[in-house]
Structures are given as structure tokens and as C-alpha cells.
């Protein structure tokens, strides 16, 4: 996961507000996760993810969050990915 970084003009303020936005959906993965839905569990943990740099504190824990929810979809290859970029 992790999509390319621009460095453009409006680089910093989207990172910041990306990072701003993650333990949002992380927390609404969280909650989908513990309710059963984990289509929409899947769905945000790993938009959540997204939005990290890959070397913030939170990502581990949602991408390993991401992959179960995954898992629990049958999307097999996908939860590995999430898995190995845990690590």
C-alpha cells in the first residue's frame, strides 16, 4: 500500500491533512470491525493506511487491523500485502 508522495506546491498541507484524517477512518474501520462489517472495515483501515507515511507510528496496527478485516473478506492476497507492509 502506501501510494506515491507529491512535492508539489500542496504537498505539506495534504500530508498534514491526510495524517489528520486517518485515525478518523482508522476509528471508524475500528468500530465497523467490532460490529461485524468488515466489507466497510476493509474499506477504511485500509484508506486509513493509505494516508499514513510509511514510517508513522500508527500504521503497524492499522495495516494489521486492515489485513484481518480482509482476511474476513476471502481477499486473501490483499491481506497478505497488508500484513508484509506491517512488518
Not at 24 to 35: E, F, H, N, T, V
Not at 62 to 87: M, P, Q
Request: no cysteine.
Amino acid at each position: 500500500s502506501g501510494r506515491g508522495r507529491d512535492t508539489g506546491p500542496g504537498a505539506a498541507p495534504a500530508r498534514q491533512l491526510g495524517e489528520a484524517a486517518a485515525p478518523r477512518l482508522g476509528g471508524a474501520g475500528s468500530r465497523a470491525l467490532a460490529r461485524g462489517d468488515v466489507h466497510a472495515a476493509a474499506n477504511l483501515l485500509g484508506r486509513a493506511a493509505e494516508l499514513l507515511p510509511p514510517d508513522h507510528a500508527d500504521r503497524p496496527s492499522v495495516l494489521l487491523r486492515a489485513g484481518a478485516a480482509l482476511h474476513e473478506v476471502g481477499e486473501f492476497d490483499r491481506a497478505i500485502e497488508a500484513y508484509e507492509a506491517s512488518t
